[in-house]
């Protein structure tokens, strides 16, 4: 169990920073087709936020009920985690556009 949780800490983290960097080369990416970087950066930023708070949750949840489980249990946590990550990551990247859209036609009309 100890050596599992070394190992969650150093791949969590990795998977954290592997994401990070990608989502920073959208931005990148956007910003040099001369896109609406700003509007990606919220996008990003937003889903990135939601789908690190969602995950955490969703193991801290899950850690007391799987703590007494078997292998298979770990197993269950992790894709529990994982998909509630990606299921707030996928919702909120929808949905953040407008948000950010709403928000700039509200700073405009000041």
């Known amino acids: ?6 190992y969650g800490k150093v791949l969590g983290t990795g ?5 990070f960097a990608s989502r920073i080369g959208n931005v990148q990416n956007t910003y040099k087709a001369d896109g609406n970087w ?3 950066l919220f996008i990003e930023s937003s889903s990135f ?16 009920l799987f703590m ?4 298979m249990g770990w197993v269950g946590l992790i894709v529990v985690a994982a998909s509630a990550s990606m299921g707030a990551n996928i919702y909120i990247t929808e949905k953040s556009g407008g948000v950010y859209d709403n928000i700039m036609e509200w700073v405009g009309s000041l």
Do not use: N, W, Y
């Not at 690190?52 to 899950?62: E, H, P, R, Y």
């Open 38 to 40: 700003e509007k990606e």
């Open 68 to 71: 007494v489980a078997t292998p």
């Open 1 to 6: 169990m100890a050596r599992f949780s070394r």
């Open 49 to 64: 936020v939601a789908s690190a708070l969602a995950g955490t949750i969703a193991v801290k949840a899950g850690l007391a």
């Open 15 to 19: 998977l954290v920073a592997i994401d």
